[in-house]
């Protein structure tokens, strides 16, 4: 296992410290740049030695930066398919970025809060992520960070389009904003769907833990603009801190109350079932542990729940995926022997002196 990775397995990532504003409903925020080298082609059309020589080029100058925070760097071509995965979980680098081949890397920071793919679908993927609705705080260090790379990496610009990217969706800006969003009670009261359509009038993707291709899982979902062209880092900004989000967070804690105060039997009944399940299953997959956690998440959320803390959901939810949960048992396990060890290891993160 990579040294650096192993590092990484104590912890909560920055996005699941659940401080930061509206965290009950907004998971994390995420602001990521998509820039490309002015002297190189994009990755479809890059040959296997000019994406290694990019690799280099763009490496020297991560490890060069002034940054405000400590970060090391990865190799994905000397990590394995499990630290590939992990990262993932983590949201530190894309599912394409792992299953990738050829040169490529991340810069990491030491506290997760930002990271930069070098040859992904773009040369450069720099995102910064943190805790709750922070998505000015976010864009601002992303802003500081793509300068500093800027002044020594010459990024291909057009000025009548903005920066060129390898997907035409992210032209202009380069700049897709997100926030992963827990909605169990929109769930539980058949309102999810309202979401759905109202993202698409709104010109927004809907999509799953782990962003593109994936699934939503346990009612968690990340939310993000389409457009880029044509539209500034603040207007984008701007119309998810001040119009989208507060709709969508208002429509969450609205029907939380609605179950509260008209289906409280259901309301417990949900919860309790989820505190069953984690507490006493003997076999459990990560799905099942992730749907138990969403509803656990509420519970904790709406003080229905005691003796547990959104720390412990958090360090469930991260270790319990299967990259952790391999790192953290040692040993590779499949079908029912790995579910076993997944029950095992929840119920005991569940009481009292584990939690």
């Not at 509206?22 to 040959?47: C, Q, Y």
């Not at 208002?250 to 259901?266: C, F, I, N, T």
Request: proline letters at 3%; hydrophobic letters at 40%; charged letters at 25%.
């Amino acid at each position: 296992m990579n040294p650096q990775i192993q590092k990484l397995l104590g912890k909560n990532g920055e996005w699941l410290a659940s401080t930061g504003p509206e965290s009950a409903v907004v998971v994390s925020s995420r602001v990521r740049l998509a820039r490309n080298l002015a002297d190189f082609p994009f990755m479809t059309k890059a040959g296997r030695s000019q994406r290694a020589e990019l690799h280099r080029l763009c490496r020297e100058q991560l490890l060069s930066m002034t940054s405000p925070r400590p970060f090391f760097y990865i190799d994905m071509e000397k990590t394995d398919q499990v630290d590939r995965q992990l990262l993932v979980e983590r949201h530190l680098i894309s599912k394409q970025h792992a299953s990738g081949d050829g040169s490529r890397g991340v810069a990491v920071s030491d506290d997760e809060a930002f990271s930069i793919m070098v040859n992904e679908e773009d040369h450069i993927r720099l995102q910064v992520i943190r805790s709750g609705l922070q998505l000015r705080e976010c864009w601002r260090e992303a802003d500081t960070l793509d300068n500093a790379l800027g002044q020594h990496l010459r990024y291909a610009f057009s000025d009548r389009f903005g920066f060129l990217t390898a997907c035409p969706t992210n032209l202009g800006t380069g700049m897709r904003v997100s926030v992963m969003l827990h909605l169990p009670a929109l769930k539980l009261a058949g309102e999810i769907e309202k979401v759905f359509v109202a993202a698409k009038d709104m010109h927004l993707a809907v999509r799953g833990l782990f962003g593109e291709g994936t699934e939503a899982i346990g009612d968690f979902y990340q939310i993000s603009n389409q457009t880029t062209l044509g539209r500034s880092e603040e207007e984008i900004l701007a119309e998810f801190v001040d119009v989208i989000l507060p709709r969508l967070i208002a429509a969450e804690l609205s029907a939380r109350s609605v179950l509260e105060q008209e289906r409280p039997l259901m309301l417990d009944d949900k919860i309790g079932r989820a505190v069953g399940l984690l507490r006493n299953a003997r076999l459990l997959s990560s799905e099942e542990a992730l749907f138990g956690l969403s509803h656990l998440r509420l519970g904790v959320a709406m003080g229905r729940v005691a003796n547990l803390t959104m720390p412990t959901i958090n360090r469930i939810f991260l270790t319990t995926q299967p990259g952790h949960f391999q790192r953290t048992l040692g040993q590779s396990l499949d079908g029912d022997a790995r579910k076993a060890a997944r029950a095992s290891y929840v119920r005991q993160l569940m009481t009292p002196s584990g939690g």
